[in-house]
């Protein structure tokens, strides 16, 4: 039970494009329940092993795409420790589904990257030489990688024996080659890539951030910021909402597809300079001037407070599209009804402030009774009282 709550409180700290959606974790007399999004789509590894579905053009979108997911969780302080093509899912079987990381359950959280793990964990073909020698930190995610863009470029795994031990002492001595028959269409930024993930010295090996800025990437069109009228008015609007407005909304945009969010996620990618899943001050601001609104520094300084529900001094994912969901998306009465379930799971037929504060905390929105309070009085209730459906829709119209 121990592993599965650890699971649970990586999962919450969670909240990139690229990483499996966290819905909430329920707990009986027996057993926990973690509920994430559906995938369902196939594995990398389909992907992989079919050979007309990768060529280089589209292994350089898909490792972007997982080396974005894996800054976010080093900037976040999780090393995952079992990348491997099994545990990268896509949402659907469309050509352009996107991409998760999934599977949790054998990452750690570390506090500085000096941080050093000790146990071989992971799986063989993947492993990097310092985990097979016992002392490791966070860069060993990077050699995994490495290992997945080698297999997606040629379709072959670098370091592969029969036995296990025939496969460590390959993995030790860092010895693959891109130089046969298999890499004769591969460019030579592509492998110099791979060269500089598959550094067996971890001091020397590239970062994720550092690996987003090697030049095999700068070809790739760049996703262009473009914030219009109505988003910023969203922006605006939302500032004005409730705390309890803006903590529903942030349960509800886990629950959106891809299609309803892919015009947001790609303006929410261009306002993430740092490619790690945040958005800060400065490129906000800027994408603002560049869309030709000049805000005051105040103003723009109370729509970062406001949107960031998380108080961490950035944006983050969820919190983006919330914000911005306000112009592009109109709440159904489905979608309140969702909402409104996620409160009052033992269809009593009204919601209690003791629901709302459980409903947060399962969901990863950490809530205390000050904050359930403050909720109540905003929607002028006491603590005492109850919501009716009624006037739970009420609240968003």
């Known amino acids: 039970m121990g592993a599965l709550i650890r699971e649970v409180e990586i999962l919450k700290a969670l909240d990139h494009p690229n ?3 966290f819905y909430g974790a329920y707990e009986d007399d027996i057993n926990l329940y973690i509920v994430m999004e559906l995938c369902s789509g196939k594995e990398l590894f389909h992907k992989i092993v079919n050979t007309d579905q990768i060529d280089e053009h589209n292994a350089q979108a898909i490792m972007r795409k997982i080396l974005m997911a894996v800054n976010h969780l080093h900037a976040n302080g999780i090393v995952h420790r079992d990348l491997k093509p099994e545990n990268i899912l896509f949402e659907s079987n469309e050509e352009n589904a996107e991409l998760k990381i999934v599977d949790f359950g054998l990452s750690r959280k570390f506090q500085r990257k000096s941080k050093h793990f000790h146990g071989a964990v992971g799986t063989p073909y993947y492993m990097a030489p310092e985990i097979i020698k016992g002392s490791y930190n966070f860069k060993c995610d990077l050699w995994s990688i490495g290992v997945i863009l080698y297999s997606m470029i040629c379709r072959r795994l670098p370091f592969c024996e029969r036995f296990d031990c025939d496969t460590f002492k390959k993995i030790k001595s860092g010895d693959f080659s891109t130089d046969n028959d298999l890499w004769r269409q591969a460019s030579s930024d592509a492998k110099n890539l791979i060269r500089k993930l598959l550094e067996v010295n971890p001091s020397k090996r590239l970062s994720a951030a550092q690996a987003l800025e090697h030049p095999w990437f700068k070809a790739m069109p760049q996703p262009k ?3 219009d009228k109505s988003l910023l008015s969203s922006l605006q609007d939302y500032c004005k909402s409730s705390l309890f407005q803006k903590q529903a909304l942030n349960i509800l945009v886990k629950h959106l597809s891809f299609s309803d969010l892919k015009e947001l996620k790609q303006i929410f990618i ?4 740092d490619l790690n899943g945040k958005i800060f001050r400065k490129s906000l601001t800027h994408a603002l001037e560049n869309s030709g609104f000049k805000l005051a520094h105040d103003e723009i300084k109370n729509l ?14 969820s919190e983006f599209l919330a914000a911005a969901l306000l112009s592009r998306h109109n709440l159904e009465q489905e979608e309140l009804g969702y909402i409104y379930n996620q409160f009052d799971t033992n269809k009593k037929g009204f919601i209690t402030g003791k629901d709302i504060e459980e409903t947060f905390n399962r969901c990863g929105r950490d809530m205390n009774r000050h904050s359930v309070k403050l909720i109540m009085t905003e929607i002028g209730k006491s603590e005492e009282e109850t919501i009716t459906y009624a006037e739970f829709t009420n609240i968003f119209v």
Do not use: A, F, P
Request: no cysteine; charged share 25%; proline share 0%.
């Open 19 to 21: 990483i499996i959606r």
């Open 225 to 227: 910021v473009s914030i």
């Open 270 to 273: 261009g306002l993430d300079q």
């Open 304 to 317: 970062m407070k406001s949107i960031d529900i998380d108080k961490n001094g950035v944006i983050n994912y």
